[in-house]
Structure formats: structure tokens, C-alpha cells
């Protein structure tokens, strides 16, 4: 019988390292081939409606709780509340999130004409970066999440989206504002909302929307920190 030749260590050497090579390579072709999963505030679907949507008598659930959503009257919508900036309209608007303080500040020129606290993300990161609000809706319908996060609001007041389905907006079903308390998005009191929504810029033409940073930590408009800012 023949006798089996014990394997060396050089054999198995190459065997680890060709491995090795081979893992390389699957791992560097997945990263250029498979592309990875957007950012996105809804946490189960990556996707939101996007529309305006008034559903007045509708019940919303968050948390595990049943909540009363707002009943909206588009007519009473002309009872507008006292405008920003009116008494000195000139400038640029420009709408800051510092996460450190979770506070919302908004500039017209160099004037600060607003400041209040907010909730952003809490269950998923708000990103950091330099936006524009693109699309403005009264109300809208938000739903998603999973398990013990999971939500379905009817009749979210005020949105004004300013990355994907990113957005900031007036939050009804909760009163912990100061905290981070959503899943990506920018929670403000409905008064505050409102003011906001009235004075900001959707995009009109070729002009932009209102110009939204939203910063690690913020000490005025020209120190808004931003660490792996989203590229836009």
C-alpha cells in the first residue's frame, strides 16, 4: 500500500492565503456591484407617499398607542400667524438643525428670526448636510417603522421635505420635544411647524427652495458642523 504524504505547512499556507485572496475579491466586486440601501426616514419601506393627504376623523397609532390626529380646515388657513422676517424681508433664508441642542434656528440675512426646540431622529439618524426644502405639503400621511417603533399618523401637519422622504414637520403624537423622538425626521411643535411653513420657500422655476443645513453641532451660520455630511 502506498504510504500518504503528510501535507506541510507551506501547502496549507497557500491554501489560507488563496482564501484569503479569493474573499478579497468576492467582498471588493459586492461593494462595486451592489449598491448600498439609501438613507431614508421611513424605516420599514425606504418609501413615503409624498402627497397631500387631509384625513380629517382618522385614527393614527405610534408606539403602540392609539393617537387623535388634528382635524385640518383648509378654509381657516388664512388666520395666519405672525410672519417671519416681515418687518425686515430682505435676505436669504436659511434653516439650521443643531442635533447636539436639538434645536431649530432660521436665518433671514443675518438676522435669526427664529428659535425652538425639536425631536429628530431617534430610531433612525436625521443626516447631516446642506439641503433645500423641495416640495411643501399641508398635510400628509406617514407610516412605517416595525414592531414596538412602528407608526401609521394620518394628517402630519406642516411638512416641509427637504432630503428624499426627509423632512420637518409638525408632530402631534408626542410632547418631548428637545429629545430625539422620530425615525429620521425633524419634529416640531404644530405652532412652530406652522410659522415655519408659512415663511419657508418651496421651489419655484428655477429658484431652489429654502436652504436647510442641518449640523452635528451649531454656533451661529458660519459654524455649522457637520461630520459625514450627506453629498447632494
Known amino acids: 500500500m502506498r504510504k500518504r504524504q503528510r501535507k506541510g505547512i507551506g501547502f496549507y499556507l497557500r491554501i489560507y492565503f488563496l482564501s484569503l485572496f479569493v474573499g478579497l475579491i468576492v467582498f471588493g466586486l459586492s461593494n462595486y456591484f451592489v449598491k448600498p440601501k439609501a438613507p431614508c426616514a421611513n424605516s420599514l419601506t425606504c418609501t413615503s407617499d409624498l402627497s397631500e393627504k387631509i384625513e380629517n376623523g382618522a385614527i393614527g397609532v405610534f408606539a403602540g398607542r392609539k393617537v387623535i390626529p388634528p382635524t385640518i380646515d383648509v378654509a381657516l388657513d388664512s388666520a395666519r400667524s405672525v410672519v417671519l422676517g416681515a418687518k425686515d424681508p430682505s435676505g436669504e433664508k436659511h434653516i439650521y438643525i443643531d442635533l447636539s441642542t436639538q434645536t431649530l434656528y432660521a436665518y433671514q440675512g443675518s438676522k435669526k428670526v427664529m428659535q425652538t426646540l425639536i425631536s429628530s431622529g431617534r430610531w433612525g439618524r436625521t443626516p447631516a448636510g446642506n439641503f433645500n426644502i423641495w416640495i ?88 455649522c458642523v457637520q461630520k459625514n455630511p450627506i453629498k447632494t
Do not use: I
Not at 176 to 197: E, I, W, Y
Open 136 to 223: 411643501k405639503l399641508r398635510a400628509t400621511r406617514m407610516a412605517g417603522g416595525s414592531g414596538d417603533d412602528a407608526y401609521n399618523l394620518p394628517n402630519v401637519p406642516y411638512v416641509m421635505y427637504f432630503y428624499r422622504d426627509f423632512g420637518l414637520h409638525g408632530a402631534y403624537w408626542h410632547n418631548n420635544f428637545g429629545s430625539p423622538m422620530s425615525h429620521g425626521c425633524v419634529n416640531m411643535r404644530q405652532v412652530d411647524a406652522k410659522t415655519l411653513f408659512e415663511w419657508a420657500d418651496g421651489p419655484e422655476g428655477k429658484k431652489r427652495g429654502t436652504a436647510v443645513s442641518v449640523c452635528d453641532s451649531f454656533n451661529g451660520p458660519s459654524t
